[in-house]
């Protein structure tokens, strides 16, 4: 449809009309199999039913055809709905979640799946995905660092852009492809104590230099849609916060496109206590810019009113409605409502083979070998017990991965059979444990164990690690102990596990390789003293099984980079690497009285962020710098129109693999500002890359390093960059000291 007869259709519909094109009500009102993900403060009537513009959580070619049809033929002026679905980290075919995707450190991994969780979705009728998220996320006690990439803006902004290129497409019109929402707008992820839903108090400085980035990037790739946060920013709701949402996002990121709330935030606004009651909180909503009001009765109760009392003007409201109505015709909807929704297609796509042989590499790559003690793995015995409740657990998924179905999850115990059933190796099974205390409250109305015998399970799985010579404890959080609303204050492995863990390593003389599944860094305790080795497994997916005896078995050498840092005690959180170094600084060796310090734990994560290992070693030599000078206004002076005409430092290192197999790297450069206008982070990541190298082999890894790298949010209130000396450093890790000093002029 042209852009006139857009404009045609808007000012032909009533004031109803359109109104009802910002209202989205749940699934479960049109479709009684449809997902829920929140609560709805009302059941609509019918007249919304049939004007509403967009509904979410429902799926399925059949179910999305029939209810297509029946929209437009009720509706007056024939408009399509818009379908929207949380396609967090999979349809059918379920990938690593996104923070086992960050580990990756690789934008081709978030790309591909991204690409196949559209084409997926797309085949069963879904317009547009609720992701990614790329909320910065610091703090570990927060349920939702799950579906984060991680604690580092840079990485983030990366993996982002690189999901809405997958999702998204070269074009809308492509119907494999589904329109895409960055969410939560904004700093979310600063949540207070990290408890869900709760206030987030940053500095402009903060929140520009370390929260927005990323949220940028994915609005820079073209994402269609933006959604608002839960949270209050500096004590005024996202939903309404104008300057958020008009100045920030509008003005300075120069969005475009379709502004959604977040389930019920408009509405919750009269809760915080910033609104009166829906009235006032829809006003205040649509004049911050909010296009869709997601499952409350807000706009639909209350639009009508404000635009005849003069409070909120048409021309505002036409404004958002077009918004809308562009999204739509983007799609093709007007051409074909269905887009590609079929059945055919549907059965032909998802879960094929070739889609789960991506999402295996996914796994294997996104997996983070912590320690591996005497090369433990890979896995060399000829008796071999997996001990564990992941032993044979089919939801290696996460809550967020709501159209995925558990029963085609490959477990451990699948995976394991298949690799070992036709060679001399014996395996055992053991579930050893509950996976949780009967009396842990997950909320969210996940089902609780049943009281049993944990003593019998620890014997019987004690039997089978004595049998073996190579116990694999497969252990981790719950399903439902990570994502929305499942903030913890202790992020330890449940306590029936770490039963078992510590009735099995007590046997003496035995290896034990620990997995851990998890949606969140966690408190270790002596896990990794007691284990041979330790790899964190994330939340796999469809293919985790597959992914995971992959590494242990060594066909894979385990590439994984933690995307957060694993803490020592949950006292440490929120904790990041990009810290700042304080006027006391904690020193390196001696006496530290008077200094920034824990009296009881170390300053420094107990594996940082970047950090991972491979089955094999790599050397890494000095820094070479190209110049040690870098000139601020060169670019200028000579008119130079593309950043690889400016000026720039090259900074490289040689790596070499010094271990006994090919394995794969990930070198990363960190940029540390001596001295400005705002005191600076110890280290920022620039860039990273990976390098895979056969035994002995070596390589030259070259950085670029320019003067736009270089800018902050200086005391101007603006990104700059400021003359004075720089420290580069490149390593395997965040703790890296491998560096070399340059100076901008």
């Given at each position: 449809m042209k852009k006139t007869d857009l404009k045609n259709l808007l000012n032909d519909m009533s004031l109803e009309e359109k109104i009802?094109?910002?209202?989205?009500?749940?699934?479960?009102?049109?479709?009684?199999?449809?997902?829920?993900?929140?609560?709805?403060?009302?059941?609509?009537?019918?007249r919304v039913k049939k004007l509403a513009g967009s509904t979410l959580g429902v799926w399925g070619a059949e179910k999305a055809i029939a209810l297509q049809k029946r929209h437009m033929k009720n509706h007056p002026h024939h408009i399509p709905l818009l379908l929207m679905l949380d396609v967090i980290h999979g349809h059918k075919t379920v990938f690593p979640c996104p923070l086992g995707q960050g580990a990756t450190f690789d934008p081709e991994v978030a790309r591909k799946g991204a690409e196949i969780q559209a084409k997926e979705a797309a085949s069963e009728g879904v317009h547009v995905t609720f992701s990614p998220?790329?909320?910065?996320?610091?703090?570990?006690?927060?349920?939702?660092?799950?579906?984060?990439?991680?604690?580092?803006?840079?990485?983030?902004?990366?993996?982002?852009?690189?999901?809405v290129e997958g999702y998204q497409g070269k074009s809308l019109k492509d119907k494999e492809h589904?329109?895409?929402?960055?969410?939560?707008?904004?700093?979310?992820?600063?949540?207070?104590?990290?408890?869900?839903?709760?206030?987030?108090?940053?500095?402009?400085?903060?929140?520009?230099?370390?929260?927005l980035p990323a949220y940028e990037e994915?609005?820079?790739?073209?994402?269609?849609?933006?959604?608002?946060?839960?949270?209050?920013?500096?004590?005024?709701?996202?939903?309404?916060?104008?300057?958020?949402?008009?100045?920030?996002?509008?003005?300075?990121?120069?969005?475009?496109?379709?502004?959604?709330?977040?389930?019920?935030?408009?509405?919750?606004?009269?809760?915080?206590?910033?609104?009166?009651?829906?009235?006032?909180?829809?006003?205040?909503?649509?004049?911050?810019?909010?296009?869709?009001?997601?499952?409350?009765?807000?706009?639909?109760?209350?639009?009508?009113?404000?635009?005849?009392?003069?409070?909120?003007?048409?021309?505002?409201?036409?404004?958002?409605?077009?918004?809308?109505?562009?999204?739509?015709?983007?799609?093709?909807?007007?051409?074909?409502?269905?887009?590609?929704?079929?059945?055919?297609?549907?059965?032909?796509?998802?879960?094929?083979?070739?889609?789960?042989?991506?999402?295996?590499?996914?796994?294997?790559?996104?997996?983070?070998?912590?320690?591996?003690?005497?090369?433990?793995?890979?896995?060399?015995?000829?008796?071999?017990?997996?001990?564990?409740?992941?032993?044979?657990?089919?939801?290696?998924?996460?809550s967020w991965a709501i159209s995925g179905n558990p029963d085609t999850n490959v477990?451990?115990?699948?995976?394991?059979?298949?690799?070992?059933g036709k060679s001399d190796v014996?395996?055992?099974?053991?579930?050893?444990?509950?996976?949780?205390?009967?009396?842990?409250?997950?909320?969210?109305?996940?089902?609780?164990?049943?009281?049993?015998?944990?003593?019998?399970?620890?014997?019987?799985?004690?039997?089978?690690?004595?049998?073996?010579?190579?116990?694999?404890?497969?252990?981790?959080?719950?399903?439902?102990?990570?994502?929305?609303?499942?903030?913890?204050?202790?992020?330890?492995?449940p306590v029936p596990q770490k039963e078992l863990f510590d009735a099995v390593s007590a046997i003496k003389n035995k290896k034990i390789v620990t997995l851990i599944f998890n949606g969140r860094p966690l408190v270790l305790d002596d896990i990794p003293e007691k284990s041979s080795a330790l790899l964190i497994c994330w939340r796999p997916g469809t293919e985790g099984g597959h992914g995971i005896l992959d590494v242990l078995s060594?066909?894979?050498?385990?590439?994984?980079?933690?995307?957060?840092?694993?803490?020592?005690?949950?006292?440490?959180?929120?904790?990041?690497?990009?810290?700042?170094?304080?006027?006391?600084?904690?020193?390196?060796?001696?006496?530290?009285i008077f200094s920034s310090r824990y009296l009881d734990c170390p300053n420094e994560a107990r594996y940082p962020f970047g950090y991972g290992l491979t089955y094999s070693k790599f050397e890494v030599s000095g820094i070479k710098l190209s110049k040690k000078k870098l000139s601020k206004d060169a670019a200028v002076a000579k008119g130079v129109k593309k950043a690889s005409e400016a000026d720039h430092i090259k900074a490289s290192v040689t790596v070499k693999n010094i271990g006994d197999v090919t394995a794969t790297e990930t070198l990363q450069l960190y940029i540390r500002d001596i001295s400005g206008s705002r005191v600076r982070p110890v280290k920022e990541l620039?860039?990273?890359?990976?390098?895979?190298?056969?035994?002995?082999?070596?390589?030259?890894?070259?950085?670029?390093?320019?003067?736009?790298?270089?800018?902050?949010f200086t005391i101007n209130n603006k990104f700059e960059s400021e003359p004075g000396r720089f420290t580069a450093f490149i390593g395997t890790d965040s703790e890296t000291d491998n560096s070399a000093e340059f100076e901008l002029v």
């Open positions: 009802m094109q910002l209202v989205q009500i749940p699934g479960y009102e049109l479709e009684q199999d449809a997902a829920v993900t929140g609560l709805s403060d009302k059941a609509s009537s019918d998220m790329a909320d910065l996320s610091r703090d570990a006690r927060w349920g939702r660092v799950l579906e984060s990439t991680g604690e580092d803006k840079f990485l983030n902004g990366k993996m982002i852009s690189a999901m589904v329109a895409s929402c960055i969410k939560h707008f904004a700093a979310y992820g600063g949540a207070e104590a990290g408890r869900d839903y709760t206030n987030v108090e940053l500095s402009e400085h903060t929140l520009r230099e370390q929260y994915g609005i820079k790739a073209g994402a269609r849609l933006v959604m608002t946060s839960f949270n209050t920013l500096n004590g005024i709701p996202s939903s309404g916060n104008k300057y958020l949402m008009r100045d920030i996002l509008r003005k300075d990121m120069k969005f475009k496109g379709v502004l959604i709330s977040d389930w019920a935030a408009i509405a919750e606004m009269v809760s915080w206590g910033f609104a009166e009651d829906m009235k006032e909180a829809s006003r205040l909503a649509m004049e911050a810019g909010v296009d869709i009001d997601m499952c409350t009765a807000c706009y639909s109760g209350n639009l009508k009113a404000l635009v005849k009392e003069g409070k909120v003007s048409e021309k505002l409201l036409d404004e958002a409605v077009m918004r809308v109505l562009e999204l739509k015709n983007d799609l093709g909807l007007f051409e074909d409502p269905f887009r590609g929704a079929s059945v055919e297609k549907s059965l032909e796509v998802c879960l094929c083979d070739e889609h789960r042989k991506v999402a295996r590499d996914a796994v294997r790559k996104s997996l983070v070998l912590l320690e591996n003690k005497d090369n433990a793995l890979p896995l060399s015995s000829k008796k071999v017990a997996f001990i564990g409740p992941y032993a044979d657990e089919k939801k290696i998924h996460s477990t451990i115990k699948e995976a394991a059979e298949e690799l070992f014996k395996v055992k099974f053991a579930k050893g444990c509950n996976m949780l205390l009967d009396k842990t409250d997950l909320g969210y109305g996940v089902a609780k164990e049943k009281d049993k015998d944990n003593k019998a399970l620890i014997e019987e799985a004690v039997k089978a690690a004595k049998w073996a010579d190579e116990v694999v404890l497969c252990l981790g959080e719950e399903i439902g102990q990570s994502g929305e609303s499942t903030s913890r204050v202790d992020i330890r492995i060594g066909a894979y050498s385990p590439s994984g980079k933690l995307s957060m840092s694993f803490p020592y005690a949950v006292g440490q959180e929120p904790l990041h690497y990009d810290h700042y170094n304080t006027g006391r600084p904690k020193p390196l060796e001696g006496a530290s620039k860039g990273f890359e990976k390098v895979t190298l056969a035994s002995g082999k070596s390589a030259k890894v070259t950085f670029t390093i320019d003067e736009p790298m270089l800018r902050f």
